[in-house]
Every structure is written in C-alpha cells, then in structure tokens.
C-alpha cells in the first residue's frame, strides 16, 4: 500500500521556524519528483515547491523563495521542507504529494503562524 | 508569476458531460506546460486524475479524459455521476515552477 505520511506540523510564532516531513512507502521513492503543496482554511491549493528524482535540482513559489528549502533523503523514503521566517500567511495545510506516473498525496500536516 | 484560470463553477447532470478547462495568462496551454489534473472532495486531501495533459492513473474514471483544446488544457467528464461533486484544480508547469489555477466547483445537479 502506498502511504505518503507529513509530519512536523504546528503552532509557531511568527518569525519562527518548523520542519516538515514526508515519509514515503510503498513504491519508489527514489524515483519521482516530490512536491509541497499547500492550502489555507476555506482556500485553493498552492504550489509551493518541488525537488527532482536525486536531489539536485529544486523550484520553489514566489512566495517562499528564500525562506522555504526542500530536500529529500532517498536512503530514508523521506522528503523535508525547511521553513523559516514564517509568516501569518504561511498558515495551511501542507501536503507531500509525488508527481508523474506516481500521483500519490499525503493527508497533510497543520501549520498555524501565530502569536 | 503566470496566472492560471479556470471556470469559477459548473453544473452537470447526472449522466451528462462536461469540459472544465485550464487557461494560462502567457498564452496557448501546450503539452509543454504538462498539465496535470486534481480532484478534491470536502475535508479530504486532492487525488491526481490526470498527468501530463491526459495520462490516466489506475484509479482514474474511465470517465474522465484529459486533453488540449482551443489554447487551453481541458478535462472531460462524460457520464457525470453524483460522486463527481468536487472540486477541481489543474496545475501548470512553467520552467521549473508550478502553478496552480483556481479551482472549479463543480455540481451534479
């Protein structure tokens, strides 16, 4: 069974900073682009930002360039993002999600960006 | 940033067709822009329906065809059942970057 599973979610202050995971099963991780997406309460989805197949290259949204960094580690089947400088914005839902031929997407993590 | 736009809301019968489409602030949608297609029901994460413009997945509809029409990406429903009702997201790709349009609320009515 496939499972994409986020973890790292939270309430954070603003200008704080959360690591969010993604831990992969199931098929092969290490061969498909991975994807955060994110959505506000009551919102549309929001690309935020993917990482090829090794590792090598990234893009990120206008909106996070800068304080966001994806990365993954194929030998764990894990994804991460790095957000740092959070703002009241940035509170969504964030899901993990694979793209191309393995279109598979997490239940999503809650970051809520608040004093 | 390129703005990606879609019908803000459509209505089908049940057992009828209809044709959401996905359009792009630079210009004509092509193969290039791999469109891709999201399914999303209340309370639950998206599911891919579609990839790169009309890729089916093993637990895509038959009833659901992705494909290029008239400048735009387009998704096709042809027998439109209840379980339909969602909403409906495309995804664009623009030299690295994704863009996400707005979403069409679509309602089996």
């Known amino acids: 069974e496939v499972q994409l599973v986020e973890s790292g979610g939270g309430l954070v202050q603003p200008g704080g900073s959360l690591r969010l995971s993604c831990a992969a099963s199931?098929?092969?991780?290490?061969?498909?682009?991975m994807h955060w997406v994110r959505q506000a309460p009551g919102k549309g989805l929001v690309w935020v930002s993917r990482?090829?197949?090794?590792?090598?290259?990234?893009s990120y949204a206008d909106s996070v360039k800068g304080r966001f960094t994806i990365s993954r580690d194929n030998a764990k089947n894990t994804l991460y993002l790095q957000m740092n400088s959070l703002r009241a914005e940035d509170t969504a839902v964030y899901y993990c999600?694979?793209?191309?031929?393995?279109?598979?997407w997490g239940q999503g993590t809650l970051v809520t960006v608040s004093s | 940033q390129a703005v990606v736009t879609q019908e803000p809301s459509l209505t089908v019968s049940p057992g009828g067709t209809v044709t959401l489409t996905c359009g792009s602030s630079?210009?004509?949608?092509?193969?290039?822009?791999?469109p891709y297609w999201f399914q999303q029901k209340p309370g639950q994460a998206p599911r891919t329906l579609i990839y790169?413009?009309?890729n089916k997945y093993s637990w895509t509809p038959a009833r659901f065809s992705g494909s290029l029409l008239g400048g735009k990406a387009a998704l096709t429903l042809s027998g439109a059942q209840p379980e339909d009702e969602a909403e409906y997201y495309c995804?664009?790709?623009?030299?690295?970057?994704?863009?996400f349009g707005g979403g069409t609320k679509l309602t089996v009515l």
């Open positions: 790169e413009t009309s």
């Open positions: 995804l664009l790709s623009y030299s690295g970057a994704r863009v």
């Open positions: 999600a694979s793209s191309g031929a393995a279109g598979y």
């Open positions: 630079t210009g004509a949608v092509t193969s290039g822009h791999y």
């Open positions: 199931g098929f092969t991780f290490s061969s498909y682009w």
């Open positions: 990482i090829n197949s090794d590792g090598s290259t990234t």
